[in-house]
C-alpha cells in the first residue's frame, strides 16, 4: 500500500485567520501520526500565508515519519531547506495571489534553474522530487534535472467528471509508467479525497499520496484522527492492479 502524506497546511490558514496559537500545526502533526499517517507535508511559501519558519522548526524536532517540504525555488527558503534537513523537498511552482497550487512545475521551460536547484538540494544530501503535470514532457525533463522522484498534479483529475476524468487519469497513468521506466519514484498529491483517491492508489508503483484539504475538512466534522484513519482506509482499499 503506497504511503499516505497527510498536509497539513489548512491547520495552519485556520490558525493564521485570527492570528492567534491555535489550532498548532505541530500538535496537528503528531496526532494524524498517531492516527496512521506515513509522513506530514507542508508548503512554506515565500509570503507566509499559513505555515510559519517556527512551524517547520518544530515539525523538524517532533515529526517521528517524514516530513515533506513543498517549496519555491526561493534563495531564502532552499537556504532554510538545507539547515532543516528535512527527509524529502518537492519543488512546487508558486504565485502570490493563488488560493492553491495551480499546475504543475515546468520543469521543460525552467530545466537549467530547476536542475540547478536540484543539485544544490541534492548536494546537500536532500531527495528532491517534482510536482509536475502529468506530460511525458515533463518526466522526462525531470529525470534529466537529476530529481530522485515526481509528484504528479491530480486537481485536473479531480476537478473533472465522467469520461473527461477518464482521459486525465489515463494520461496520469502514461506518465507514471514513464516515471518508473526512467527511474524515479512515483508521487502523486492534490485534490485527491475519499471518493476518487481510489483509481490514483491502484497505479502500479505508486509510493506515495500528499492529501490535505480533504482531510482537513473532514476533521473539522469527525475530528482529525478518525479523518485520516478514513484516508488510509480508503487507499487500503485500493489494491494495486496486478498488470
Given at each position: 500500500?503506497?504511503?499516505?502524506?497527510?498536509?497539513?497546511?489548512?491547520?495552519?490558514?485556520?490558525?493564521?485567520?485570527?492570528?492567534?496559537?491555535?489550532?498548532?500545526?505541530?500538535?496537528?502533526?503528531?496526532?494524524?501520526?498517531?492516527?496512521?499517517?506515513?509522513?506530514?507535508?507542508?508548503?512554506?511559501?515565500?509570503?507566509?500565508?499559513?505555515?510559519?519558519?517556527?512551524?517547520?522548526?518544530?515539525?523538524?524536532?517532533?515529526?517521528r515519519t517524514r516530513l515533506n517540504l513543498e517549496m519555491a525555488m526561493v534563495r531564502e527558503i532552499v537556504d532554510l531547506a538545507i539547515e532543516l534537513q528535512p527527509?524529502?523537498?518537492?519543488?512546487?511552482?508558486?504565485?502570490?495571489?493563488?488560493?492553491?497550487?495551480?499546475?504543475?512545475?515546468?520543469?521543460?521551460?525552467?530545466?537549467a534553474e530547476v536542475a540547478a536547484t536540484v543539485d544544490r538540494l541534492r548536494s546537500a544530501g536532500l531527495s528532491v522530487s517534482l510536482f509536475i503535470d502529468p506530460a511525458l514532457d515533463q518526466v522526462e525533463a525531470a529525470a534529466r534535472s537529476g530529481a530522485d522522484a515526481v509528484e504528479i498534479h491530480t486537481g485536473t483529475?479531480?476537478?473533472?467528471?465522467?469520461?473527461?476524468?477518464?482521459?486525465?487519469?489515463?494520461?496520469i497513468e502514461a506518465a507514471a509508467r514513464r516515471s518508473v521506466e526512467l527511474g524515479l519514484t512515483l508521487h502523486a498529491g492534490h485534490g485527491l479525497?475519499?471518493?476518487?483517491?481510489?483509481?490514483?492508489?491502484?497505479?502500479p508503483s505508486m509510493t506515495e499520496l500528499n492529501i490535505g484539504h480533504a482531510i482537513v475538512s473532514r476533521a473539522?466534522?469527525?475530528?482529525?484522527?478518525?479523518?485520516v484513519a478514513d484516508m488510509k482506509q480508503?487507499?487500503?482499499?485500493?489494491?494495486?492492479s496486478s498488470s
Amino acid at each position: 500500500m503506497c504511503r499516505l502524506g497527510v498536509n497539513i497546511d489548512h491547520i495552519a490558514t485556520l490558525r493564521q485567520a485570527r492570528g492567534g496559537r491555535e489550532p498548532d500545526p505541530v500538535t496537528a502533526a503528531a496526532v494524524a501520526e498517531l492516527a496512521g499517517a506515513d509522513g506530514i507535508t507542508v508548503h512554506l511559501r515565500e509570503d507566509r500565508r499559513h505555515i510559519q519558519d517556527r512551524d517547520v522548526r518544530l515539525l523538524k524536532e517532533t515529526v517521528r515519519t517524514r516530513l515533506n517540504l513543498e517549496m519555491a525555488m526561493v534563495r531564502e527558503i532552499v537556504d532554510l531547506a538545507i539547515e532543516l534537513q528535512p527527509d524529502q523537498i518537492t519543488l512546487v511552482p508558486e504565485k502570490r495571489r493563488e488560493l492553491t497550487t495551480e499546475g504543475g512545475l515546468d520543469v521543460v521551460a525552467g530545466a537549467a534553474e530547476v536542475a540547478a536547484t536540484v543539485d544544490r538540494l541534492r548536494s546537500a544530501g536532500l531527495s528532491v522530487s517534482l510536482f509536475i503535470d502529468p506530460a511525458l514532457d515533463q518526466v522526462e525533463a525531470a529525470a534529466r534535472s537529476g530529481a530522485d522522484a515526481v509528484e504528479i498534479h491530480t486537481g485536473t483529475y479531480a476537478d473533472l467528471g465522467g469520461g473527461r476524468r477518464a482521459e486525465v487519469l489515463e494520461a496520469i497513468e502514461a506518465a507514471a509508467r514513464r516515471s518508473v521506466e526512467l527511474g524515479l519514484t512515483l508521487h502523486a498529491g492534490h485534490g485527491l479525497d475519499y471518493w476518487n483517491v481510489g483509481p490514483i492508489a491502484r497505479i502500479p508503483s505508486m509510493t506515495e499520496l500528499n492529501i490535505g484539504h480533504a482531510i482537513v475538512s473532514r476533521a473539522v466534522i469527525v475530528g482529525l484522527e478518525r479523518a485520516v484513519a478514513d484516508m488510509k482506509q480508503a487507499i487500503r482499499d485500493s489494491p494495486k492492479s496486478s498488470s
